[in-house]
């Protein structure tokens, strides 16, 4: 199976005049899931690492990005995502908790979303979907 194990971008001048090409080094464990990411850092910069755990059954459960910043995951039995959380750190240093929430019915259906922790959460969302599986409608709202 082939990977991506190293990525190079388009080289640009940093503010000193000095040639930077940036570079992304990824590493994978022994089911090919996305373990780590490493983005060097040029000078004083130190690197970026990004580093993913997965379960027993294979499903990321927990990202962890260069900032410090946290995204869990929750299944249901079926494998369906049924949460995806993350903490930040706000501008004054304090964490912000945040999240998605989702539904499905009992053929896997997406039926459902809602933001939570946000000052302001986003209206749910509910969705119909027809035999094929593709949402047809979102309906924004409380219904």
Known sequence: ?????????????????????????????GLGNLTRTRQAG?????????????????????TIDAAGGTFDYAYDAAGNQLARTWTRLASDGTPRHEGLL???DRLGRLTAQATA??????????????????VTAALAGRR
Request: hydrophobic content about 30%; overall charge positive; proline content about 6%.
């Open 1 to 29: 199976m082939a990977r991506l194990i190293r990525e190079e971008r388009a080289s640009f001048l940093d503010h000193d005049g000095v040639a930077v090409t940036p570079a992304i080094d990824y590493a994978y464990d």
């Open 42 to 62: 040029a000078g004083d910069a130190g690197e970026r690492v990004t580093r993913n755990l997965y379960d027993a059954g294979g499903r990321l459960e927990k």
């Open 117 to 134: 922790g946000r000052a302001t959460p986003a209206a749910p969302k509910r969705y119909r979907s027809p035999r094929q599986r593709n």
């Open 102 to 104: 989702s539904s499905y």
